[in-house]
Nanobody
Framework: VQLQASGGGLVQVGGSLRLSCAAS????????MGWFRQAPGKEREFVAA????????SYADSVKDRFTISRDNAKKTVYLQLNNLTPEDTANYYC????????????????????WGQGTLVTVSS
């Protein structure tokens, strides 16, 4: 199983980015997908998740109303749209896949996830 994250970069405060995470070697529709981030010197934290069925999404309070998670099951890709970015959003962003039988499961706990991508760096300059 491989998860390839991309789309990170340097952006100014208030700017936007779209992260992508392409999955291979996995039956994508069997997995809930999540995004997590880790800033320097901090622990990895939950950002957003989407269920297998796309019917359920979860967001961290810090990104709610600014970030949007979506998925394209035909392309085996999950996206994270980041809007109105602040310096506090600077971090490595990781996508992850969670095997689940529940079609509405959009888990927020990192240890529940089975596979992880390599991370893509988002830097927000003030």
């Amino acid at each position: 199983v491989q998860l390839q994250a991309s789309g990170g970069g340097l952006v100014q405060v208030g700017g936007s980015l779209r992260l992508s995470c392409a999955a291979s070697g996995v039956q994508f529709t069997r997995y809930a997908m999540g995004w997590f981030r880790q800033a320097p010197g901090k622990e990895r934290e939950f950002v957003a998740a989407i269920s297998r069925s796309e019917r359920t999404t979860s967001y961290a309070d810090s990104v709610k109303d600014r970030f949007t998670i979506s998925r394209d099951n035909a392309k085996k890709t999950v996206y994270l749209q980041l809007n109105n970015l602040t310096p506090e959003d600077t971090a490595n962003y990781y996508c992850a896949a969670k095997s689940t039988i529940l079609s509405v499961d959009a888990g927020t706990t990192p240890t529940d996830y089975d596979y992880w991508g390599q991370g893509t760096l988002v830097t927000v300059s003030s």
